[in-house]
């Protein structure tokens, strides 16, 4: 299996434009998760999804942020208008069961820089 | 509300040393705790995940062990090698959830 699959890994974009990152899980994962991590901030999670369905997206930071799961294989997380404040790299991870393992796989992360 | 710290925030040993990196957590109602390494640029690699039942967790040269009613975790590395130097971070969730809070992370570096 290629692991969990990010695009782009560099993203610059201007202030006010929309932006969206990219996930594929590894085959066979229930569980996918969006962390952005900054250095003032380190590591936040910010949505996770069950079988394709989000099952908590209190760490999403304000209506700007959206992400969908259409199917088993893909997920894209969209910031719109995207803001300076949203640089970060965004990580996507999968997991067949994050309870037990270790079992939780990480994409090599989308680095955002707005500007 | 749960808070992760790991200390130190950065460590740097000469090759072979034996060391200890520390997480401390404010919130013991956890069901389990997962270590994890971090290479410069790249994402997360799960290294250990110790369930609230147990004590301790072993991988090869580490050695993770769990102290739920102090709030704390120890990783502990044996005979270090210069490709152990990353970043560890080590992360709970809330019990009953999947909300990892992540510390902030340690930073090793071994010298050969």
């Known amino acids: 299996d290629a692991g969990v699959i990010q695009s782009p890994r560099h993203e610059v974009t201007e202030m006010g434009q929309e932006v969206t990152l990219r996930c594929k899980p590894i085959s066979g994962h229930d569980y996918l998760f969006w962390y952005r991590q900054t250095m003032m901030r380190g590591l936040e999670l910010l949505i996770y999804f069950n079988n394709n369905v989000p099952i908590d997206d209190s760490g999403m930071p304000e209506d700007r942020f959206s992400a969908k799961m259409p199917n088993a294989s893909f997920s894209t997380l969209k910031i719109q208008p995207s803001e300076p404040r949203d640089s970060a790299v965004y990580f996507c991870?999968?997991?067949?069961?994050?309870?037990?393992?270790?079992?939780?796989?990480f994409g090599s992360g989308t680095r955002l820089t707005v500007v | 509300k749960q808070e992760v710290t790991q200390i130190p925030a950065a460590l740097s040993v000469p090759e072979g040393e034996n060391l200890v990196l520390n997480c401390s957590f404010t919130?013991?109602?956890?069901?389990?705790l997962q270590w994890f390494r971090q290479d410069p640029g790249k994402g997360l690699t799960s290294l250990l995940l110790i369930q609230s039942s147990q004590r301790e967790q072993t991988s090869g040269r580490l050695n993770a062990s769990l102290d739920k009613s102090s709030g704390r975790s120890t990783l502990y590395i044996a005979a270090s090698q210069p490709g152990d130097s990353a970043t560890y971070l080590c992360a709970v969730p809330p019990d009953g959830t999947y909300k990892y809070i992540f510390g902030t992370g340690t930073r090793l570096k071994v010298l050969a």
């Open positions: 991870a999968s997991s067949p069961n994050p309870g037990q393992g270790p079992g939780y796989t």
């Open positions: 919130d013991s109602a956890i069901y389990n």
